[in-house]
């Protein structure tokens, strides 16, 4: 019991410290007029430029940024603003964004520049941290007489970042480019260490099978014992794409972050022999007799094996598999989600299918 103790806390180690960092780090959010600073200028009796400075870490909506004229003395004929990034936001979906500091141009028509113009901005934006304002209203009143310069305003695109890019060509790839990318993703981890406890479990369910056992029968039990943790991680990728970012959202509260912390900290006194953790007489009993017909080759248990493996492993391949589930919240697309969590876990047993179907040759005889 000590020792499987031990292995948990190996295992779970890395994902909960990752978590208590970020619980004890909590971003802190600047108000709105400091996260995005508005500035118009008239450069001529018709046109205004309108200059937006965006603090590192926020982003403008590039839709719900408008204009207009709150009183009589003008008309805007239209808005130009730069091209955005392409970002797919949980809350509107696709659309284009400004991670970056801009400026537009407005063209009046109708100008009396007798009057002074008073224009209405509107604007909404939102941190990366996942915190979005309400719609940011703010009106300027201009002297059109106040020219600050007649040279024509230059209109600066946002440049996208990497992760834009990486983005960018996933939603533009197709369903089996993607696929692929996630079974390609499955074969590197597969040869991480992660994997490798795997390997005498499902190695001794094929001895326990007997010392005649064919290899289209060890390719069977390989076969149900990958296809468990796939199922598993599937379920998974559905849940993440239907959720959103609901789920990684939930998993930061401060309740559930607590009770894993308690957790941790009940294990961690029972390694050091302040008290034994053990199962009761009657379910050690059951789970013995499970484990022996689980050892004896039938397919259904080997799948449930291969479930409860995939559950095990999973906070050892974290960092990777938080990835993929971050991008699969994004794309709010269950069959997408679940099927590339299925192929990462297919690529991730390759191995175990390779070296289970030859167990009967590789593996020493009693």
């Not at 408008?66 to 392409?86: C, Q, Y």
Request: a neutral charge; hydrophobic letters at 50%; glycine letters at 8%.
């Amino acid at each position: 019991m000590r020792r499987l103790l031990l292995l948990a806390l190996f295992c779970f180690a890395p994902l909960a410290q990752a978590d208590l960092l970020s619980f004890g780090n909590k971003p802190k959010f600047l108000p709105p007029d400091q996260a995005f600073v508005l500035k118009i200028e008239v450069v001529d009796q018709r046109t205004l430029r309108a200059h937006f400075t965006i603090t590192p870490g926020y982003y403008l909506y590039r839709d719900k940024t408008t204009f207009s004229i709150a009183n009589d003395t003008a008309k805007i004929a239209h808005v130009t603003l730069p091209p955005g990034e392409t970002k797919n936001d949980p809350n509107f979906g696709v659309l284009q964004v400004f991670h970056d500091s801009f400026q537009g141009e407005l063209a009046l028509e109708a100008v009396d520049v007798k009057m002074p113009l008073a224009v209405q901005a509107t604007y909404q934006g939102c941190s990366d941290e996942g915190l979005c304002y309400p719609p940011i209203e703010k009106r300027y009143t201009l002297e059109l007489t106040q020219v600050v310069s007649t040279a024509p305003p230059v209109i600066t695109p946002a440049p996208e970042d990497e992760n834009s890019r990486i983005a960018q060509l996933f939603r533009d790839g197709n369903f089996w480019l993607i696929v692929s990318f996630f079974f390609g993703a499955g074969l590197l981890l597969a040869l991480t260490p992660c994997v490798f406890p795997m390997i005498p479990i499902l190695s001794g369910i094929i001895v326990g099978r007997g010392r005649h056992i064919t290899h289209a029968h060890a390719f069977l039990l390989s076969l149900a014992y990958v296809l468990g943790m796939a199922v598993t991680y599937a379920i998974v990728g559905v849940a993440a794409g239907y959720s959103g970012s609901l789920l990684s959202n939930a998993l930061q509260t401060p309740w559930v972050l607590g009770g894993f912390a308690a957790l941790f900290v009940l294990l961690a006194l029972s390694m050091f022999g302040l008290y034994e953790l053990q199962l009761p007489a009657a379910l050690q009993s059951r789970l013995s007799d499970t484990s022996n017909r689980l050892h004896g080759g039938h397919l259904s248990g080997v799948f449930a094996m291969g479930a409860l493996s995939a559950i095990i492993m999973g906070p050892c391949v974290a960092a990777p598999l938080a990835g993929a589930l971050l991008y699969i919240s994004q794309t709010h697309d269950a069959v997408l989600g679940g099927t590339a969590l299925f192929v990462l876990a297919l690529g991730m047993g390759v191995p175990l299918l390779l070296i289970g179907t030859s167990a009967g040759t590789l593996l020493p005889k009693a």
